[in-house]
């Protein structure tokens, strides 16, 4: 049996999105509803998300991902990567609310892929492209290096590995934003021989809070400055398991 949003929750879902400084059309907030259908079948069999309360899949699923927008210079790039989408956070949020952008989900799960076919055939977003691979391998496909301007991701890994995952397939000047928790001073101070070896410096630190929670996540956005050498990414598993 499906589960769709409740009045309650399609009311906290809009009046969080406003607080965040955008709007939803009613057409938006019915590709939300359908969304959450799907999240909420799917993880009955598989195990998309952790989170299952309905409250928290619209604060800490949807409007956490839809907040990525508020990093400076967001909206610059026509074609974003969402790196490490797993259920697709924060790609498919960001792809309903602000369908001028076109987005390429890559994940390395193929049962995760197979989900978001589905979202993106039931929801109508035409214009998203899935990409199913390990980050160490879509960092040496000559389709995908240095060819992105903004890179995003949420929780994936540790500051030095996801940059060695990003950084490789942003153009020079590209941007990547990623999401940090109340570590995220410790983390930057960790990531700075990665930074300096794939050539990117800090170019905007934001803070936003998540309407109706008191998670305050904050948005560091990388510039890559030059070019990344051909030693990286390494093989896969390498990253994680010896960061720089």
Same mark, same amino acid.
């Given at each position: &049996?499906?589960?769709? &949003?409740? =009045? ?12 965040? *400084? ?10 939300? *509803? ?5 999240? &909420? ?32 210079? %967001? %909206? ?22 602000? =369908? ?10 193929? #049962? ?86 794939? *050539? ?41 398991? #010896? =960061?720089?």
């Amino acid at each position: &049996m499906s589960q769709t &949003m409740t =009045p309650d929750l399609i009311k906290m879902l809009a009046e969080g999105i406003r607080e965040l *400084n955008f709007d939803a059309t009613e057409e938006q907030i019915q590709q939300f *509803n359908h969304y959450y259908e799907l999240l &909420m079948e799917w993880n009955e069999k598989m195990n998309l998300t952790a989170i299952t309360e309905p409250e928290k899949i619209i604060t800490h699923h949807f409007l956490d991902s839809i907040s990525c927008a508020k990093a400076p210079g %967001f %909206f610059e790039a026509t074609q974003v990567l969402d790196m490490g989408t797993g259920a697709g956070f924060p790609g498919i949020p960001l792809q309903i609310m602000f =369908p001028q952008q076109h987005y390429v989900l890559m994940d390395s799960l193929a #049962k995760r892929v197979t989900f978001l076919e589905t979202v993106i055939k039931r929801l109508g977003l035409a214009q998203v492209k899935l990409y199913h691979a390990r980050a160490e391998q879509a960092g040496r496909n000559t389709q995908h290096r240095e060819q992105y301007r903004l890179a995003v991701s949420r929780a994936v890994a540790a500051l030095p590995v996801l940059l060695e995952y990003v950084i490789p397939l942003l153009k020079v000047g590209g941007r990547f934003c990623c999401q940090k928790g109340p570590r995220w001073r410790e983390e930057l101070d960790d990531a700075e021989k990665a930074m300096k070896e794939f *050539n990117v410096v800090v170019a905007e630190i934001r803070t936003v809070d998540i309407p109706y929670t008191d998670l305050k996540h904050t948005l560091i956005v990388f510039q890559k400055t030059g070019a990344t050498s051909f030693k990286y990414p390494r093989r896969p598993g390498i990253p994680s398991k #010896k =960061p720089l």
